[in-house]
């Protein structure tokens, strides 16, 4: 029985020291204090962080809003469609690139995120209340760097992969070189060049 409470208690200790973990309960706290605040009819997060996004510009395209929101290309075209779908979003030509769509916020999206800012607003309020006044900078400072940290890796990586297909052909270009004895019928590749990443 005594074993049997310590491999619980373990397993506590475990779940109360990982960070997967907690950030979800802290997320699901989170949600369920938003819909307490704006209701169950209204936008989601992260609609309201699109149409917020949206909102900062005439129009924009989807890479802007994703690089603005976080959300994944893929769910956020998806969330485009649908809101377009409802009358929040429109979609447009740009001006200056014919072949360029943007996205901006309709008047029926901009009565929505008026009516649900303030609710927001107050949701938010009530998350940070949970911690005393002075830990509450800190605490979002900490997730900010988190976020950011994590979408400068997203955005190195298909630059990497560029980087090392590069290396490869340069060294496969060298490898010929030296076998035939001729010169490259083509310049030699640089190599890819690492992203700069800056301290949050």
């Given at each position: 029985?005594?074993?049997?409470?310590?491999?619980?208690?373990?397993?506590?200790?475990?779940?109360?020291?990982?960070?997967?973990?907690?950030?979800?309960?802290?997320?699901?706290?989170?949600?369920?204090?938003?819909?307490?605040e704006t209701g169950d009819s209204a936008l989601t997060q992260r609609q309201y962080a699109l149409l917020l996004a949206a909102d900062t510009a005439e129009g924009l395209t989807q890479t802007d809003l994703v690089k603005a929101t976080g959300i994944d290309r893929s769910t956020l075209a998806d969330m485009?469609?649908?809101?377009i779908a409802k009358g929040l979003l429109?979609?447009?030509?740009?001006?200056?690139?014919?072949?360029?769509?943007?996205?901006?916020?309709?008047?029926?999206?901009?009565?929505?995120?008026?009516e649900i800012?303030?609710?927001v607003e107050a949701a938010d309020e009530r998350i940070l209340s949970l911690l005393s006044p002075p830990k509450r900078d800190s605490f979002l400072k900490l997730l900010r760097r988190i976020a950011a940290v994590r979408e400068e890796d997203v955005e190195d990586a298909p630059r990497k992969v560029k980087g090392e297909k590069k290396a490869d052909k340069k060294k496969k270009g060298k490898k010929a070189g030296k076998k035939h004895?001729?010169?490259?019928?083509?310049?030699?590749?640089?190599?890819?060049?690492?992203?700069?990443k800056q301290d949050a």
């Open positions: 029985m005594k074993k049997h409470k310590r491999n619980h208690f373990e397993g506590s200790d475990l779940l109360e020291n990982s960070p997967s973990h907690l950030l979800h309960r802290v997320l699901q706290i989170a949600l369920d204090i938003y819909t307490e485009v469609a649908r809101l429109a979609r447009e030509r740009s001006v200056t690139d014919a072949r360029a769509n943007l996205v901006r916020l309709s008047d029926e999206g901009r009565a929505a995120l008026n800012r303030p609710k004895k001729a010169p490259l019928p083509f310049p030699a590749l640089n190599e890819g060049v690492a992203a700069e």
